[in-house]
């Protein structure tokens, strides 16, 4: 078999973690960490959005950076959704549990 490699893919970011400890103890809450992670998701939307509006007048001719940006916020949004599904049916099945 021959071996392949596999070229490391320049611009991407480094994932990022996000500590959440008890909002007892002066540090970010759950709540924090949510709005911060929405607020990174936002970002990637108006990026890709100025991304487009400057390819659609002529600004720019990058259709890679364009497509990449609109992929970007489109990942972005579909974990966003997911993690809502998420918390939504847990939260469901918090309330169906007996008490």
Do not use: W
Request: proline share 3%; no cysteine; hydrophobic share 45%.
């Amino acid at each position: 078999m021959s071996e392949m490699r596999i070229a490391s893919v320049g611009g991407a970011a480094p994932a990022r973690a996000v500590s959440v400890s008890p909002a007892g103890d002066g540090g970010t809450g759950f709540g924090d960490a949510l709005r911060q992670a929405l607020g990174g998701v936002n970002a990637l939307q108006q990026a890709a959005d100025e991304s487009v509006r400057e390819f659609s007048v002529g600004r720019t001719r990058d259709v890679a950076a364009t497509l990449i940006a609109v992929e970007k916020a489109n990942v972005g949004f579909q974990l966003t959704l997911h993690i809502r599904n998420r918390l939504l049916e847990a939260y469901q099945e918090v309330m169906r549990m007996p008490l």
